[in-house]
């Protein structure tokens, strides 16, 4: 049997989060009835956070009533705090994710409340969770490098992981929220986080603006892991330098497992092609290299 | 003392050769004479090849003629055959760079040889070159992949290479033409060719046209490479298929590198300063994402 990776696609809500457009429930739905028709079996469809905050996810309710029942398909969606788990779950989402920053200072500038206290908030939603059945899947934010902070230690990315997994969360992903990691680092990291916690629990979740993000899946790769995030056509930009990378594309991480002989599930040809639908949807090019040049060699042929 | 890689920048000849229009010379030199300010020392300047087939290098005396002498800077020049190597010489190149390809079907598309026959019309090159004391530097293209053939076996490259080696080139430098390497052939190809060449005459030259050049250079690196070639801003794009990257971008790969604490000599904002300017000459952004997030970043500053 071939080696295998799940794939969870964060396009519809990390990638579109950021969107100054509005973009239409209708248009929503169809990206991800189009990703599920690649092959991608995980999708983050929405976040049930306050349209104060993101507008752009003020639709959530709408985004849940809209997903089609698929099998094998697993939507999850962002949760911040009880209220949003509560709304969510009367909206019928089987997996929530909950999000915790490794740097103090982001967590603070971000959700307004330190590392702990985030967690501390999160306590209720995994309990609510639990009763309900719901799964809980925990991000770590800036786990190779902060926006304030700079250089984060391994230990205390280390720690954050741990509580989430102790809490109950199934998933950690570990995000390089600002793309800053490099091999090396990566795997000082996931040494020290695997000591923590059992590494088929880890997710990797890594961000192209420095163009590193395909090195990083590789150095993770080697180190055990095998989900990674990613977004379709690179979706979401990097909101703390507009015009740079974020989000590494999905076509990019297929692109690199299937020429490792490594599977996927998910049709290449297919997601290139949403992407492009997307992308246009957008007013953009996709962002991502082998949508590119798949693209420019298909003009060729 | 800290580990040390080389960077070979090829951007005034890789990279401005498929340039449809013509750029004078002085735009040719001013961006040799920056680059040399950010510290590159290797630096292949023109190609001495016929006007008829690439007119962008047909100012190569003339390109000659304007290089400004610097202590550690070390000039190539591209060259052919006898001829090209003769009016190089003239023009008082110390080193020289020839190619072959390690794909039949690509050689003969190129250069309208086989490989074998292309590697005889080098002999009368590498004799002229060291009764003259010049360097030869050979470069094997297609090392990854054929856009006629696809997959090419590694031990055909390793052939090659040391075809080249046996021949005197002091280095062979291995081409992913259509960027379609992944790490892992990165290291089969590598174990191959090592078995034939020392390793370290050997240097990496990968294109970015999937987005896996910083991976590959990464796994290059960890079987023993220590000299990558590159082009600022990623110059060059890819001549198989139009709008896709082609040349890994120098800031990228600076950046890897000082991510990494390994030291290049290059220092980095510099050289975006320099993709930047070059860039802006030829009317484009730069294709380097670390450009584009440190543009970015200076923005928001």
Known sequence: MRDRVRIVEVGPRDGLQNEKQIIPTAIKLE???????CGIQNIEATA????????????????????????GVCYSVLTPNLQGFEAAAEAGAKEVAIFAAASETFSHKNINAGIAQSLERFAPVIEAARKTGVKIRGYVSCVLGCPYEGDIAPQTVAHVAKDLYDMGCYEISLGDTIGVGVPDNVRRLIEAVASEVPVPALA?????????????????????????????????????AAGASGNVATEDVVWLFDRMGIETGIELD?????????????????????AQAIIATRKRN
């Not at 049930?48 to 099998?71: C, I, N, Y």
């Not at 961000?207 to 899946?217: E, R």
């Open 270 to 290: 297919k997601l290139v092609d949403c992407a492009v639908w997307i992308s246009s949807r957008l007013d953009r090019q996709p962002a991502s290299r082998v």
């Open 204 to 240: 990797g979740h890594f961000h192209d603006t420095y163009g590193m993000a395909v090195a990083n899946i590789v150095a993770a790769h080697t180190m055990g892991l095998r989900v990674f995030d990613s977004s379709v056509s690179g979706l979401g930009g990097c909101p703390y």
């Open 48 to 71: 049930f956070v306050s349209p104060k905050w993101v507008p752009q996810m003020a639709d959530h309710s709408a985004v849940m009533r809209g997903l089609k029942k698929h099998d």
């Open 31 to 37: 990206l991800i009835e189009r990703l599920i028709g």
